[in-house]
């Protein structure tokens, strides 16, 4: 197996910031985001990373900002080309790198499901609705939506986002703002569902983030990957249970499994557990691309 990188350190490289999985760089006037091999399971970054990971999150990401920029243009500049001085750390970030445009991030994780599961299955359950939007009475975990929603949540610096309302949306951003975010996000999400479903691949629900330059949106950060999205596959779907996904399953059944306390520090992951991981993401990847990652 090839060797996992769970932490990148480059000198003379300014770093701004390490989210659970990526680290941002300035490079002059743009950014280098690095997807590392981290992984995250119930808010906490874990010990043990898995192996091409962060290979998966930015090339599966390339390829939705390629495929779809006809939508919304991305925040993207170059992926392959690590020259000046990024050249002595090119062979670290092949793969797994992007050059990006800065941009005044929307503080809005804009959320779009097409699948009734997670935190809109347990407010359907309590209220009837997601976020504000009335759904049809009898639905089970992990029924498919009469149409996808858009159900925004606040950006949380730590811990689980907030779902708010299209109306909070509103009031925090202001109308024109939120309406477009809105209609993009489904685009985005109508497109891409219909083309992962050719391939045997349900997407559940995504979240997007935007960020503004010069006036124009951008569509920043990751793209319809197995951390943003959930994956399941068509073949074994059946509402009114768990699904399959092709993400963390094996991690987060491995930790509840042995009882974790789901607090820092995070338990090491045991080799089956790794393997199997880094084999659905691997999968998710050729499934989609049509090709294999290497």
Not at 148 to 154: A, H, K, L, M, V
Not at 174 to 180: D, I
Request: with cysteine.
């Amino acid at each position: 197996m090839v060797p996992a990188v769970s932490l990148t350190a480059f000198n003379g490289l300014k770093l701004l910031g390490r989210g659970k999985v990526r680290d941002i760089y300035e490079v002059g006037d743009d950014l280098l985001i690095v997807a590392t091999d981290r992984l995250s399971a119930f808010d906490v970054v874990l010990p043990t990373p898995i192996p091409d990971k962060g290979k998966v999150l930015t090339q599966l990401s390339l390829f939705w900002f390629e495929k779809l920029k006809g939508i919304v243009p991305s925040h993207v500049l170059s992926a392959a080309n690590f020259s000046g001085t990024l050249a002595p750390y090119a062979a670290d970030l092949e793969g797994r790198a992007m050059l990006v445009q800065k941009t005044a991030p929307i503080p809005i994780e804009c959320v779009v499901r097409g699948y009734l599961s997670g935190s809109g299955w347990k407010d359907y359950q309590k209220t009837g609705s997601v976020c504000g939007i009335a759904l049809p009475s009898g639905l089970m975990d992990a029924s498919k939506l009469p149409e996808p929603i858009f159900t925004p949540s606040t950006k949380a610096t730590s811990g689980h986002d907030e779902n708010v309302s299209f109306a909070e949306t509103e009031s925090r951003i202001g109308a024109a703002l939120a309406a477009r975010l809105r209609d993009v996000s489904i685009e985005i999400y109508g497109r891409a569902a219909e083309f992962a479903a050719a391939r045997g691949i349900i997407i559940a629900d995504t979240k997007f983030e935007f960020g503004l330059a010069n006036g124009e949106l951008i569509w920043i950060d990751e793209a319809l990957t197995p951390d943003s999205s959930r994956f399941w596959p068509a073949n074994v779907y059946q509402p009114g249970r768990a699904q399959l996904s092709f993400d963390k399953q094996y991690v987060r059944d491995h930790l509840e499994h042995i009882g974790w306390n789901k607090q820092p520090p995070g338990p090491e992951l045991p080799a089956d557990v790794v393997a199997g991981t880094r084999a659905k993401y691997r999968e998710a990847y050729e499934r989609l691309t049509g090709h294999p990652l290497d």
